[in-house]
T-cell receptor, first 110, second 115 residues
Framework: AQSVTQPDIHITVSEGASLELRCNYSYGATPYLFWYVQSPGQGLQLLLKYFSGDTLVQGIKGFEAEFKRSQSSFNLRKPSVHWSDAAEYFCAVYNNDMRFGAGTRLTVKP | DGGITQSPKYLFRKEGQNVTLSCEQNLNHDAMYWYRQDPGQGLRLIYYSQIVNDFQKGDIAEGYSVSREKKESFPLTVTSAQKNPTAFYLC??????????????FGSGTRLTVV
């Protein structure tokens, strides 16, 4: 069965530090890949997506993600985290239906 | 602006009561979805609909019901058979086929609490 794994439940980084959130998936073929962000009590907002082509994709708010087929991974990165990036982040994979990871909660220290 | 609207934002249910959560979109999307979100469990699919007058059960449909009489609307009823309904409910929509390329658009959610 298809699945999406976000190994880190909670990550804390200092403001200005770099960030990498991990996402692994299990599918037979390359699915559509997404990262969403959720602020408390709100819906999910699309950060970026990958379907094909260049394996490094740019998104909103300075985020990027790299698709690595050999590792079945789609990790989210940001070079310098801002306090406003504190939120929950969800990786999602679409292959006939959308499956979400359990989420990674990001805390930003001043 | 096009978007997806969920109402109410907060909802309180008494034991044994049915309640209905509203979801309306003006994005001309064919497909609509209901998810339940509990802390540490991500999003779990309750029901989805890809066309008017048709819908399918998701992973946790027991105790819930839906209808899709109009393309714009996909209300979710939480019935008294749902024994643990306290959760955050999210509605989403998307185009089908190539429309899927934009991913899902989410509403801002309804927090349901049993009192």
């Amino acid at each position: 069965a298809q699945s999406v794994t976000q190994p880190d439940i909670h990550i804390t980084v200092s403001e200005g530090a770099s960030l990498e959130l991990r996402c692994n998936y299990s599918y037979g073929a390359t699915p559509y890949l997404f990262w969403y962000v959720q602020s408390p009590g709100q819906g999910l907002q699309l950060l970026l997506k990958y379907f094909s082509g260049d394996t490094l994709v740019q998104g909103i708010k300075g985020f990027e993600a790299e698709f690595k087929r050999s590792q079945s991974s789609f990790n989210l990165r940001k070079p310098s985290v801002h306090w406003s990036d504190a939120a929950e982040y969800f990786c999602a994979v679409y292959n006939n239906d959308m499956r979400f990871g359990a989420g990674t909660r990001l805390t930003v220290k001043p | 602006d096009g978007g997806i609207t969920q109402s109410p934002k907060y909802l309180f249910r008494k034991e044994g009561q049915n309640v209905t959560l509203s979801c309306e979109q003006n994005l001309n999307h064919d497909a609509m979805y209901w998810y339940r979100q509990d802390p540490g469990q991500g999003l779990r699919l309750i029901y989805y609909s890809q066309i008017v007058n048709d819908f399918q059960k998701g992973d946790i449909a027991e105790g819930y019901s839906v209808s899709r009489e109009k393309k714009e609307s996909f209300p979710l009823t939480v019935t008294s058979a749902q024994k643990n309904p306290t959760a955050f409910y999210l509605c989403a929509s998307t185009g089908t086929g190539k429309g899927m390329a934009n991913g899902y658009t989410f509403g801002s959610g309804t927090r349901l609490t049993v009192v």
